[in-house]
Structures are given as C-alpha cells and as structure tokens.
C-alpha cells in the first residue's frame, strides 16, 4: 500500500467514524484503524480533508486535559470520562483518552470543527 491508497482508505474509515448510523463501537474502531494509518504513512489531517471525498466535513479534534496546566494529571477520573463521552454524545462527536507529556491526560475530540470545538468548551464549562 503507497501514501494515496493510505490516504483514500483513511478517508473511508474516517467517514464510517463520523457516520452516526452505526454503532458507537464501530465508529470508534474506525477512528482507530485511521489513526494508525495515519501515523504510519505520514499522512496529516489536512490531506485527509483537502481531498474531493471529504469535502462536506471540515475535519478536526480537540484535546482537554483534566487538571490544572501547570500540574499534569496522572490519570484521568472515571467520572470526567463519563462526562466526556456524554458530551461527545451531544456534540455529535468521538471521544477518546489520551495522554500529553505536557498536559497529563484528558480526553480528544474528533469530528466536524464546530462541534470539536464546542465539545473541548462544554467538557471544560462543566
């Protein structure tokens, strides 16, 4: 498989993320299937984006750590998860843990920009 094809089934995968007609389980497979393309061969976010497949969506995630950002959490709460993924249910986007040496860990928001966004303020906000 060279960059193009990586691109292309990104972008496929990308678009059964976002599809709300599955299964919260299969979207977030997809994600992940995704974003391991994407590491290995390179590809950024806006390759994905800038291509005539994904044009209806303006692409996009959003990371909230879970503390204060002088003082890195060293694991995220049970509770702010729940939260988390309540909110990305609301917001219409996928959730996921992550961990950022400089910020501890918090939870990453993927979808269209808008709603990123919105989730990272509405996580923050509660």
Known sequence: MDKE???????KLMAV??????N???????LAQAETLMRKFGIEQAE???????????????FH???????????????????STGVANFTDTIVRLHYDPAQGYGVGF???R???????WLVGYL
């Open 24 to 30: 919260g389980h299969e979207a977030e497979r997809a």
């Open 17 to 22: 993320a976002m599809d709300g007609r599955g």
């Open 65 to 83: 750590a879970y503390g204060p950002p002088k003082n890195p959490a060293k694991s995220c709460p049970r509770w702010f998860q729940f939260i």
């Open 5 to 11: 094809q990586a691109i292309r089934k990104a972008q």
């Open 48 to 62: 994905i984006a800038s291509t005539r497949a994904a044009t209806d969506f303006d692409w996009a995630d959003a």
């Open 110 to 112: 993927y979808g269209d």
């Open 114 to 120: 808008a709603d990123t966004l919105f989730a990272q």
